[in-house]
């Protein structure tokens, strides 16, 4: 219910390799993750700089994919793993790679339309649908704590979108915000469909097939996306040197991140400190006031903080719950 099962899916990392028996003194470990997670959120404002210099949705995708299927073929050829898939995980492992492409356009067609600050808070939301979603499929029932801590999360959205300015008729929104928004809570509602299937389905799948898999998946299906020509504009390039750089970057960054924590993960104790990994929105507001110039109302700001101090305590409440159980 928290970064550390999302960190599962990105990494493919089974619940047996959240600890280490050596893992790292916790100030350097929540230090990379702090640094992990700001490079995500890194990634997604170069999205939107990419995208506002005229780069195509797919491109921005295919990029990102392409580069880091490559570098973690390379990584796990290199550490002689195995890679072969059981029959028996194929079909979810194939649902699982394609919600985490719609999430991927999802999140970047919210990104190319909205702030990227609120685009992430409400993406962000996924550990409430992932724990309605666990209840309502005959999982846990989510404690009180937690329910309440999901109510202080719906409450800061509520800021966070300034629906008070709304009601007040102070705030004219076009139509690319109603969308925006709708793409950000159709990446929640993806990815806490792929949590699902990776702590339900796909747990006793060795961690590296199932991360090499659910990406080789996703650039498969963006290529023939690009190829049909369903998406209009959708594979231009940049027009602008900054575009381009902005590309190069979405990769880059996307790529360092993900393999940084594929390879640091096991000595992080990810079980104790992911709620450091909800580092991505606060960068990300930081960097997109400094290179977007995407100012927010204090309104904005406190509901934004209300979020993020929701999601952290849903994140430690998961740890732990983890943590007894062990």
């Not at 469909?193 to 097939?209: D, F, M, Q, R």
């Not at 898999?213 to 020509?229: D, E, M, N, R």
């Not at 902005?246 to 360092?256: K, R």
Request: charged share 10%.
């Amino acid at each position: 219910m928290s970064y550390a099962l999302e960190y599962k899916v990105y990494t493919g990392a089974n619940s047996t390799d959240m600890t280490s028996p050596s893992p790292l003194p916790r100030h350097i470990a929540i230090a990379i993750i702090l640094c992990l997670g700001s490079g995500f959120a890194a990634n997604h404002v170069s999205a939107r700089i990419a995208f506002d210099a005229g780069t195509g949705l797919l491109t921005a995708i295919l990029f990102r994919a392409g580069l880091s299927f490559i570098t973690l073929l390379w990584y796990l050829v290199w550490t002689k793993q195995p890679l072969s898939l059981p029959k028996k995980f194929a079909k979810w492992q194939l649902s699982l790679g394609v919600l985490i492409c719609l999430q991927s356009l999802c999140i970047f067609s919210a990104v190319a339309r909205i702030p990227v600050a609120i685009a992430l808070l409400v993406a962000n939301s996924f550990p409430i649908l992932l724990a309605l979603l666990t209840w309502a499929l005959g999982g846990v029932k989510p404690t009180r704590q937690s329910l309440i801590i999901m109510g202080i999360i719906f409450f800061g959205l509520i800021w966070v979108l300034d629906l008070p300015s709304w009601f007040q008729q102070t705030t004219v929104l076009d139509q690319n915000w109603y969308t925006g928004l709708s793409f950000a809570f159709g990446a929640a509602c993806c990815f806490s469909l792929a949590l699902w299937i990776t702590e339900h389905k796909l747990g006793l799948l060795s961690g590296p097939v199932r991360s090499l898999y659910t990406i080789a998946i996703v650039l498969l299906i963006i290529i023939v996306l690009a190829f049909s020509g369903v998406l209009e504009n959708s594979v231009q390039l940049p027009y602008t040197q900054k575009g381009w750089l902005a590309l190069t970057l979405v990769g880059v960054l996307y790529t360092l991140s993900f393999i940084g924590l594929f390879v640091f993960a096991p000595k992080l104790n990810m079980a104790i400190n992911s709620p450091a990994m909800n580092i991505e929105p606060v960068t990300s507001l930081f960097l997109a006031w400094l290179f977007l110039d995407q100012v927010f109302s204090l309104n904005q700001l406190f509901g934004g903080a209300i979020v993020l101090v929701g999601i952290v305590s849903l994140a430690y409440l998961n740890s732990i719950s983890k943590r007894k159980i062990n």
